[in-house]
Structures are given as C-alpha cells and as structure tokens.
Antibody
Framework: QLQLQESGPGLVKPSETLSLTCTVSGGSISSTSYYWGWIRQPPGKGLEWIGSIYYSGNTYYNPSLKSRITISVDTSKNQFSLKLSSVTAADTAVYYC???????????WGQGTLVTVSS | DIPMTQSPSSLSASVGDRVTITCRASQSISTYLNWYQHKPGKAPKLLIYAASSLQTGVPSSFSGSGSGTDFTLTISSLQPEDFATYYCQQSYSTPYTFGQGTKVEIK
C-alpha cells in the first residue's frame, strides 16, 4: 500500500523559507506513470494546488506562487521536497503531499502537516 | 486560472437521504473533473475521477456525472461515514483548481 508522509518544521518565522519533505513508501517515486505534488489548505479555507514534479525533475508550479516555490526530487531517498520562500501569515496552512496519476487526479495523499508562520 | 464553483456550500441531510452536489467550471473542461471527500484531520480521499469514473475501493453509492462546465456528485443513500466536506477539482489545465467545498452535515 502506497503511503506518503510529510515532515518538516511546524513553525516558520515571517520572511523565512518553509521547507517540507514528503517520503514515499510502498512504491517507487521513479515510476514513469506518476507525478508528485503539493497541495495546501489554509485554516477555514479550501484547497490550493501548489505544484508538481516528475521523477526526472520536470516541474510545474502554480503561477500565484511560482516566484517563491522550488519543488525538488531525490529518487535515491524516494522523497520530494517543497521550499517556499519569503513566507507570511497567509502561508499558514496544512500542507499535503500527494501522488498524481493520469488522467490528472490525486489518488494518494499524505496526512498533512500544519505549518504556522509566526514570529 | 479556471475558477470552480460548488453549490450548495453546506447542506444538512439524514442517513439514507439522496444527496446531490453540483460543481460548475468557468469554462469548458471536458470531463477533467475529480471529486474528493475530506474529513477533519484526515487526508482527502479521491472518490470520482474523469467526471464519472469511480476510484477503486469507493462505494458504488457515490456517482459522478457531467461534462463541459456542469458536474454533479451524487450520494444515493447517505451513510454515517459520508458526513464530510466534498471538493471538486478541475485537471483540464494548470493551475489545478478546487471548488470551495460542500460540507455535508447531519440533520
């Protein structure tokens, strides 16, 4: 059974960089059939797609966040990561990692991790 | 971006009721429409993909329909475990966008 698990600091200071890692188990991140993505949900709000990455490193990002996002993959560790720079309180959210299959949909999700931006 | 609009934003229903949630895209998205169930503190769960295909393991009480701009998620007989928030999501083009959610509560 495929499992995804987010990890990283739960508290980040304003203007700093949020860094999260998603560890994939029960399957290979190098599968040619899937992309891997990040989605977030601010408190009391809906879901927002952040971006996705292929095992080869090909990425595509939400234009609303593109200038601040870097998503990378480490196939040797079966992990992919998110970096979001210059964070503000508006970036406080539960961050989920997920697998994207075709036709595009997110069929496996991590449990999510709450990241709070506060001094 | 393709904004997605769900209605209603919330509803109250009883166990055994038939429930219908609608989702409208601001432009045609063919059948690139997915539905998710989300419970507090849990990972969202894929229910329906490509507008009408049932994800493996999802009860057949869930069904989806529609194409173009108008889509529907139907729960034929609401069960206690179905009380949750439901989101539609378009995957026609990036950035992928979600509806604002429909919270299904116990009447």
């Amino acid at each position: 059974q495929l499992q995804l698990q987010e990890s990283g600091p739960g508290l980040v200071k304003p203007s700093e960089t949020l860094s999260l890692t998603c560890t994939v188990s029960g399957g290979s991140i190098s599968s040619t059939s899937y992309y891997w993505g990040w989605i977030r949900q601010p408190p009391g709000k809906g879901l927002e797609w952040i971006g996705s990455i292929y095992y080869s490193g090909n990425t595509y990002y939400n234009p609303s966040l593109k200038s601040r996002i870097t998503i990378s993959v480490d196939t040797s560790k079966n992990q992919f990561s998110l970096k979001l720079s210059s964070v503000t309180a508006a970036d406080t959210a539960v961050y989920y990692c997920a697998r994207r299959k075709n036709p595009p949909n997110f069929d496996y999700w991590g449990q999510g991790t709450l990241v709070t931006v506060s001094s | 971006d393709i904004p997605m609009t769900q209605s209603p934003s919330s509803l109250s229903a009883s166990v055994g009721d038939r429930v219908t949630i609608t989702c409208r895209a601001s432009q045609s998205i063919s059948t690139y429409l997915n539905w998710y169930q989300h419970k507090p503190g849990k990972a969202p769960k894929l229910l329906i993909y490509a507008a009408s295909s049932l994800q493996t393991g999802v009860p057949s009480s869930f069904s989806g329909s529609g194409s173009g701009t108008d889509f529907t998620l139907t729960i034929s007989s609401l069960q206690p475990e179905d009380f949750a928030t439901y989101y539609c999501q378009q995957s026609y083009s990036t950035p992928y966008t979600f509806g604002q959610g429909t919270k299904v509560e116990i009447k």
